[in-house]
C-alpha cells in the first residue's frame, strides 16, 4: 500500500522553478532512495513533501490524506518528519533536550518511552545526554538528528543526505540504523549523493534530472545501470544536472 504520493507535483522557490512535474509514490515499509546531481531538485523535493516549500500545481498525499500546501507543523502531526542536510541541531541544548524538542507533536506521556527507543538504538546518546550538542562529533549529531525526528513517531521518515560529512564506518552505520527503522516498520524516503551505498540498501529508486524523474526502478536493477555506474563512479558524462 501506498503510503506517499506525488502526482505532478511542480515547484520551487523564489520564482525559480525547480521541480517539474515529479510523479512518485512510496509503498509502506520501503526504503526509497532520490538520486541526482547538485542542483536536480533532490531537496527541494523532501521540502516540498514536508510543508516548508509549497509546489504551485499537482497533488501530494501521504497516508491516504491530501496534504498539498499543508502547513509544516501539521504534517510532522500526520507522522511525516524530516531529518534535514547538515543536521540543524541546537548546539546550546544537551542531546536531552535536543531529543525533547523532537517530540512536541506527541502526548507528554509518549516522552519516557519515546527516549527509551532513541536510547536503545542509540546507547552512546544515553551516555552522554547531558552534553551539548555542540561538542559531538559528525556521527553523534547525525544520531541526535534521527533520533529526534523519531521522537514524532514518524510513518514516513525523510532524510537529506544523511552521509554528508561522515567517515566511511560513520555512514556504514548510519545506514544499518536505516535498514533497523525499515524493519521496524518505519517508511524511508533518501536524499542521498552517495547513489551506490544506497542502492544496496534501498527497495527502490528515482533518478532526478533537471526536475524531473528521468529514472526509476528497483534498487537493484538501477545500481546494474551502465547509466547510474557512470554517473556515480566517474566514468562518463553521466545524467546531467
Same mark, same amino acid.
Given at each position: 500500500?501506498?503510503?506517499?504520493? !506525488?502526482?505532478?507535483?511542480?515547484?520551487?522557490?523564489?520564482?525559480?522553478?525547480?521541480?517539474?512535474?515529479?510523479?512518485?509514490?512510496?509503498?509502506? #515499509?520501503?526504503? @526509497?532512495?532520490?538520486?541526482?546531481?547538485?542542483?536536480?531538485? /533532490?531537496?527541494?523535493?523532501? =521540502?516540498?513533501?514536508?510543508?516548508? !516549500?509549497?509546489?504551485?500545481?499537482?497533488?501530494?498525499?501521504? #497516508?491516504?490524506?491530501?496534504?498539498?500546501?499543508?502547513?509544516?507543523? /501539521?504534517?510532522?502531526?500526520?507522522? @511525516? @518528519?524530516?531529518?534535514?542536510?547538515?543536521? *540543524?541541531?541546537?548546539? %546550546?541544548?544537551?542531546?536531552?533536550?535536543?531529543?525533547?524538542?523532537?517530540?512536541?507533536?506527541?502526548?507528554?506521556?509518549? $516522552?519516557?518511552?519515546?527516549?527509551?527507543?532513541?536510547?536503545?538504538?542509540?546507547?552512546?546518546?544515553?551516555? $552522554? *545526554? $547531558?552534553? =551539548?550538542?555542540?561538542?559531538?562529533?559528525?556521527?553523534?549529531?547525525?544520531?541526535?538528528?534521527? #533520533?529526534?525526528?523519531?521522537?514524532?513517531?514518524?510513518?514516513?521518515?525523510?532524510?537529506?543526505?544523511?552521509? !554528508?560529512?561522515?567517515?566511511?564506518?560513520?555512514? =556504514?552505520?548510519?545506514?544499518?540504523?536505516? %535498514?533497523? !527503522?525499515?524493519?521496524?516498520? @518505519?517508511?524511508?524516503?533518501?536524499?542521498?549523493?552517495?547513489?551506490?551505498?544506497?542502492?544496496?540498501?534501498?527497495?527502490? %529508486?528515482?533518478?532526478?534530472?533537471?526536475?524531473?524523474?528521468?529514472?526509476?526502478?528497483?534498487?537493484?536493477?538501477?545500481?546494474?545501470?551502465? $547509466?547510474?555506474?557512470? %554517473?556515480?563512479?566517474?566514468? #562518463?558524462?553521466?545524467?546531467?544536472?
Amino acid at each position: 500500500m501506498s503510503f506517499l504520493t !506525488l502526482e505532478g507535483v511542480t515547484g520551487g522557490y523564489g520564482g525559480v522553478t525547480v521541480l517539474r512535474d515529479i510523479s512518485l509514490e512510496v509503498q509502506e #515499509g520501503e526504503i @526509497v532512495a532520490i538520486l541526482g546531481a547538485n542542483g536536480a531538485g /533532490k531537496s527541494t523535493l523532501l =521540502k516540498t513533501v514536508v510543508g516548508l !516549500l509549497r509546489p504551485s500545481c499537482g497533488r501530494i498525499a501521504a #497516508g491516504g490524506e491530501d496534504i498539498t500546501g499543508m502547513a509544516p507543523e /501539521k504534517i510532522t502531526r500526520r507522522n @511525516v @518528519v524530516l531529518v534535514p542536510e547538515g543536521r *540543524q541541531l541546537f548546539d %546550546a541544548m544537551t542531546i536531552r533536550e535536543n531529543l525533547t524538542l523532537g517530540g512536541y507533536t506527541q502526548p507528554r506521556a509518549n $516522552r519516557a518511552g519515546d527516549l527509551r527507543r532513541v536510547f536503545d538504538l542509540f546507547p552512546i546518546l544515553e551516555e $552522554r *545526554q $547531558r552534553q =551539548k550538542a555542540s561538542s559531538l562529533s559528525g556521527g553523534q549529531r547525525q544520531m541526535v538528528a534521527i #533520533g529526534r525526528a523519531l521522537m514524532a513517531r514518524p510513518r514516513l521518515l525523510l532524510l537529506d543526505e544523511p552521509s !554528508l560529512g561522515l567517515a566511511p564506518l560513520i555512514i =556504514k552505520e548510519t545506514f544499518a540504523t536505516l %535498514a533497523t !527503522l525499515r524493519d521496524d516498520g @518505519v517508511t524511508v524516503l533518501v536524499v542521498e549523493q552517495n547513489a551506490m551505498m544506497t542502492l544496496e540498501l534501498a527497495d527502490r %529508486a528515482y533518478v532526478l534530472g533537471r526536475g524531473k524523474v528521468s529514472m526509476q526502478g528497483r534498487a537493484s536493477d538501477l545500481a546494474q545501470d551502465p $547509466r547510474i555506474r557512470e %554517473a556515480y563512479l566517474g566514468l #562518463g558524462a553521466g545524467l546531467g544536472a
